[in-house]
């Protein structure tokens, strides 16, 4: 029989919630930063539209993540394969919480087995995190956020998977993303997983980190456009 192209049987999930991340060590947390990173700054390189790292440091990660003030909501999901040995010591532990589907497995990282797991650049093949979103006092409105991947058509899959695994542990009326028109993401969202745009707003140079609810500190090249795409649950 022909192997799914991911399948539980090559890769595994390990879920984070977003307030046990920001309690691993530093060496678990840069890993993590720095891969997210190694992701934005292809498409950085590649529309020369903008400067520096998506998360700037550790000491900023919480915030430019999204995470914060919602850290018991919010989750991250880090792909790996099962034959690396961040997944072998996580999996041979008893207190370690395994799920088991038909395409995946995940084994949730947390304060009863943070001290085993450890992790590197070169063990995360994706990840993405969900946060609620800041526009949507209700919770309900889930925002996918540091969104990576390194395998061939991984995106593809790893954030419907995200998706719906999210939507098992919190009720979720829709998923919304805001991303950039000049990195051709509206056309990837709209085509790969289903959103569709309720508006658009411009981004000057000297953005206003309230009136655009991006974080602070980011540094354009050239001003830009931002698509708000929403997917119904």
């Given at each position: 029989?022909?192997?799914?192209?991911?399948?539980?049987?090559?890769?595994?999930?390990?879920?984070?919630?977003?307030?046990?991340?920001?309690?691993?060590?530093?060496?678990?947390?840069?890993?993590?930063?720095?891969?997210?990173?190694?992701?934005?700054?292809?498409?950085?390189?590649?529309?020369?539209?903008?400067?520096?790292?998506?998360?700037?440091?550790?000491?900023?990660?919480?915030?430019?993540?999204?995470?914060?003030?919602?850290?018991?909501?919010?989750?991250?999901?880090?792909?790996?394969?099962?034959?690396?040995?961040?997944?072998?010591?996580?999996?041979?532990?008893?207190?370690?919480?395994?799920?088991?589907?038909?395409?995946?497995?995940?084994?949730?990282?947390?304060?009863?087995?943070?001290?085993?797991?450890?992790?590197?650049?070169?063990?995360?093949?994706?990840?993405?995190?969900?946060?609620?979103?800041?526009?949507?006092?209700?919770?309900?409105?889930?925002?996918?956020?540091?969104?990576?991947?390194?395998?061939?058509?991984?995106?593809?899959?790893?954030?419907?998977?995200?998706?719906?695994h999210?939507?098992?542990?919190?009720?979720?009326?829709?998923?919304?993303?805001?991303?950039?028109?000049?990195?051709?993401?509206?056309?990837?969202?709209?085509?790969?997983?289903?959103?569709t745009?309720?508006?658009?707003?411009?981004?000057?140079?000297?953005?206003s980190?309230?009136?655009?609810?991006?974080?602070?500190?980011?540094?354009?090249?050239?001003?830009?456009?931002m698509?708000?795409?929403?997917k119904?649950?």
């Amino acid at each position: 029989m022909t192997l799914p192209l991911y399948s539980h049987e090559t890769h595994a999930l390990l879920l984070v919630k977003a307030a046990d991340l920001f309690q691993l060590s530093t060496e678990n947390q840069t890993a993590i930063m720095d891969k997210i990173n190694l992701g934005y700054a292809r498409n950085h390189a590649k529309f020369n539209t903008m400067e520096g790292g998506r998360i700037k440091d550790l000491e900023n990660f919480p915030g430019d993540s999204g995470f914060a003030g919602h850290l018991n909501e919010s989750y991250m999901y880090l792909y790996v394969k099962k034959d690396s040995d961040t997944y072998k010591s996580l999996s041979s532990l008893a207190t370690s919480r395994k799920e088991i589907y038909y395409l995946y497995e995940i084994i949730h990282v947390t304060q009863e087995n943070k001290d085993k797991f450890l992790i590197s650049v070169e063990d995360i093949e994706g990840c993405v995190g969900f946060k609620p979103h800041h526009s949507y006092p209700d919770g309900k409105t889930i925002e996918p956020t540091c969104f990576v991947s390194f395998l061939p058509r991984l995106g593809s899959i790893l954030l419907p998977l995200g998706e719906k695994h999210f939507a098992t542990m919190f009720e979720v009326k829709q998923f919304i993303v805001e991303v950039f028109i000049e990195h051709n993401l509206r056309e990837y969202y709209a085509e790969h997983h289903n959103y569709t745009e309720i508006r658009q707003f411009h981004i000057p140079i000297d953005y206003s980190p309230e009136e655009t609810g991006l974080e602070p500190g980011i540094i354009f090249k050239q001003p830009m456009n931002m698509s708000v795409m929403i997917k119904k649950v």
